[in-house]
């Protein structure tokens, strides 16, 4: 029977009928309507080192690249930024995101955790690529409750290819370490990556069905200067959108942000078609301004003031959330997606 609506998918995907781009989106629009309902959640984003010993062809932070100004911070102002988020502005969900930066040890990662968990009530969520086992567990019994880590692409060739001295089978087993561990996980891939089939991008949706994470994230791929893929074309938009939505067709309860990287290529409006298409989640970036402008892992990847937590982006958000009938929670909230067990799990945030 699978077989069947994959070949469906694949035609949805590849499909270049502009009605039918607009019934399928509204047919994401029910479903997440009946599932997930009305909240909207913005989470918060701290881009705290843009060091990184990884090799990936796609990314501007990748270590090859020597024309791009490294910054840290130190994890006592990581924490700083973390808790006035929480504490002033209210976010529920803090994502704390960094290159494979192996200068922050599993001691300075715990602290900073426990600092953050100690001064506020947030959930943390850490995306900091692969890292062994223990620190996974060192950092969940520090009180980190999620994990960011996108499987990228679920075409193994083209993953290895991506990803010099790396395998997606290396990739999937560190998800389901972490997911074994217990942290909430959001997991993804790349759209329109130079290589990439239809049916690959098939198996991405399918791929997330199964690893079931609490949340996916679609984004659209944007060439980087200074990496091997800088001549390559980005993504496309109409793709990435119907990728979002086919993925609330699949795996109806997942929370879909809506990615920078979209609303980098698509312009602040696109976030609307997603948000009316499937889309269920935002990010605003509490990166602080002297160090922001260098996390370029794609072209100009801060340089929208609409990303940038600041009092006119959380209005024009708050406006276009509201304006269509939903709810802003930053973070967590009442949450639709996750059951009553994961909301104990959670520590008893509401
Ligand atoms: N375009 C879009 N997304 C990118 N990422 C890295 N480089 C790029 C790029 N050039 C994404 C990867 C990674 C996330 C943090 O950023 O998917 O998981």
Known sequence: MEHIW????LRLLRSTDQAEFIELLQLADRIRDEVVRKQVCV?????????????????????????????????EDIAEVAITAANIHGYKMLVLQSGEDPWYSVDDLSWLVKEIRKQSKVLVFLSIGERNMETYDRLYQAGARGMLFRFETSDPDLYRILHPNSSLSLRLEHLREIQRIGYFVATGSLVGLPGQTAESLVNDLYLIRDLHPMMATIGPFIPSKNTPLCNESPGSIALTLRMIALLRLIYPKVRIPITTALEKLGGLEVRERALLGGGNAFMLNLTPSHVRMHYEIYDGKNSTLGHIHNEESVHSLTHLITSHGRNVCKGFGKDFTLSAKDMDAYCGIQ
């Open 6 to 9: 994959k070949e469906e998918v």
């Open 43 to 75: 989470h918060g984003l701290i881009e705290f080192s843009n060091n990184c010993s990884s090799h990936c062809l796609y990314c501007g932070i990748r270590a090859e690249n020597k024309n791009l100004q490294r910054y840290r911070l130190v994890p």
